[in-house]
């Protein structure tokens, strides 16, 4: 989940989301990373937090890690998610991870 001000949030201003997942065993990522062109509105999911005045916007995306199935070769190994949000001439950068977590 992001969250943004009121003026941001409402804007429609264009921006970059980045996701990476890293494979912090082996300390490398050898799959490519997914850029998607978002904006701050509606259609992208961004809308009023409660009753405003700032914005929020959930999104889901799948992480594909090739040889992540159960039991491949990267079984053991601890993997972490990371993603950046950033707007049109970086005046804006938002950056969150998740927990490292064992593929199986």
Not at 58 to 75: D, H, I, M, S, Y
Request: proline letters at 10%; one cysteine or more; a negative charge.
């Amino acid at each position: 989940m992001a969250v943004a001000g009121s003026n941001l949030g409402s804007s429609a201003a264009p921006c970059t989301l980045t996701i990476s997942a890293i494979d912090l065993t082996a300390v490398s990522q050898p799959w490519p990373t997914q850029t998607l062109q978002q904006a701050f509105d509606a259609a992208h999911g961004w809308q009023r937090s409660g009753t405003g005045p700032d914005y929020q916007c959930t999104q889901t995306f799948p992480v594909p890690v090739p040889g992540g199935g159960p039991g491949g070769p990267l079984a053991g190994h601890t993997l972490q998610c990371v993603a950046s949000l950033v707007s049109q001439g970086a005046q804006i950068a938002s950056i969150i991870h998740s927990a490292p977590f064992v593929l199986v």
